[in-house]
């Protein structure tokens, strides 16, 4: 599947990409991804080791298209409550893998990676 990245125009090819689905609360009313009911996204990974995120309102279209940097990439991850495996690292030195301790929220988790990740 080809997609266009919405602010920019390019083109980028999903084939054989990983994807990864957002959480939602513990009542399922809202994204974790986005903290809003009504706003939901879905993480890619390439191939090539590229980040792009789908996002969208609803069931309403079009879909929103943007690429995000590794460390985002970490976050929303963890966000999500998705554990990074070696293979979402990709090639090269391995970077830290955080993971959510049992009795840690979703937004506590987020702050301690946002911290250790600036």
Same mark, same amino acid.
């Given at each position: 599947? $080809?997609?266009?990245?919405?602010?920019?125009?390019?083109?980028? %090819?999903?084939?054989?990409?990983?994807?990864?689905?957002?959480?939602?609360?513990?009542?399922?009313?809202? *994204?974790?991804?986005?903290?809003?009911?009504? %706003?939901?996204?879905?993480?890619?990974?390439?191939?090539?080791?590229? #980040?792009?995120?789908?996002?969208?309102?609803?069931?309403?279209?079009?879909?929103? #298209?943007?690429?995000? %940097?590794?460390?985002?990439?970490?976050?929303?991850?963890?966000?999500?409550? $998705?554990?990074? *495996?070696?293979?979402?690292?990709?090639?090269?030195?391995?970077?830290?893998?955080?993971?959510?301790?049992? %009795?840690?929220?979703?937004?506590?988790?987020?702050?301690?990676?946002?911290?250790?990740? $600036?």
């Amino acid at each position: 599947m $080809i997609v266009t990245i919405t602010e920019t125009g390019q083109t980028i %090819d999903l084939a054989g990409a990983e994807s990864f689905v957002e959480a939602m609360d513990e009542n399922n009313v809202y *994204s974790l991804a986005t903290g809003n009911p009504d %706003d939901h996204e879905k993480l890619f990974r390439t191939p090539g080791g590229r #980040w792009i995120v789908n996002a969208w309102t609803g069931m309403q279209r079009p879909t929103k #298209w943007r690429e995000i %940097d590794h460390e985002t990439a970490l976050a929303w991850l963890a966000l999500n409550g $998705i554990k990074p *495996s070696e293979t979402i690292h990709g090639s090269g030195p391995s970077k830290k893998v955080y993971t959510r301790t049992w %009795d840690e929220s979703p937004q506590q988790f987020q702050k301690r990676v946002n911290q250790a990740v $600036i």
